[in-house]
């Protein structure tokens, strides 16, 4: 019986990946994922053998590891960032379950709340949340009710999935219902394509970030009531006095 790794490689660049993502990679016999986060890594591991699949693909993904790995194969499956956010630990531990299959190794990675935090500053110093505006598997009622009560509890937000061509208003929609309960001069930020060779940033207000146009390669970043903007950086204060 083999053994499945699930392995978040971080935002892109492969100096972002952890070492023990890189160890995982370098035991795998068979690499899966999802075909744009194999070509992140394919030319590193290029000795390797590589299943991949498309967007919707992930319980076929999961399976397709369960079965290697019933074949005496150590199988990794990768996403991008961290693999226990918004990634494949939870789906491929169900399948687990399902199949009876208990040896699996979730390796963590950087997700994109932390690599884009940390090009923009300090904006998740104090309690903050992350929220996806992704309606594909929860509804908009429930993202819209997240957002109200993140809004009200004053924590700094990572939001991921803010945007694609099917929701090209979410960011929006989200913004409109945020300043229903903060300050439309609330210190706000995003990245675009955290940790590869394109990346983008840009700080602003709540007001204006809910003008600007993102897709789904952003992380967009909302500020609390104490977070300011310093030199071009989002910094939200600890407490300290000083």
């Known amino acids: 019986m083999g053994k499945i790794y699930v392995v978040g490689i971080g ?16 035991k795998a016999d068979i690499i899966v994922g999802y075909k744009t986060y194999i070509d992140l890594i ?17 319980v076929e993904r999961c399976e397709k590891c369960i079965e290697y790995a019933r074949e005496g194969r150590i199988v990794a499956l990768i996403c991008s960032g961290d693999a226990g956010v918004y990634g494949m630990a939870s789906p491929l531990l169900e ?48 993202i819209e009710k997240r957002l109200l009560a993140a809004a009200e509890g004053d924590f700094c937000i990572a939001i991921y999935n803010p945007s694609s061509k099917k929701r090209a208003d979410y960011l929006k929609r989200a913004c409109d219902i945020l300043m229903k309960k903060l300050n439309k001069e609330t210190a706000c930020g995003y990245v675009r394509n955290i940790g590869r060779d394109c990346c983008e940033k840009k700080v602003c207000t709540l007001e204006e970030l809910s003008k600007e146009s993102v897709d789904m390669f952003v992380t967009v970043f909302i500020g609390n009531s104490q977070t300011r903007i310093s030199d071009g950086k989002l910094i939200t204060p600890r407490g300290y006095k000083l």
């Open 11 to 26: 935002p892109g660049k492969s100096e972002m990946m952890t070492v023990q993502a890189k160890e995982a990679l370098d």
């Open 42 to 58: 394919r030319d590193d591991y290029s000795e390797k053998e590589f299943y991949e699949n498309g967007m919707r693909g992930e």
């Open 95 to 142: 399948v687990a379950e399902r199949y009876g299959f208990s040896d699996v190794e979730v390796i963590p990675g950087v997700t994109a709340a932390l690599g884009g935090a940390a090009l923009l500053g300090a904006p998740l110093s104090h309690d903050f949340c992350v929220i996806s505006l992704s309606d594909l598997l929860t509804p908009w009622e429930m």
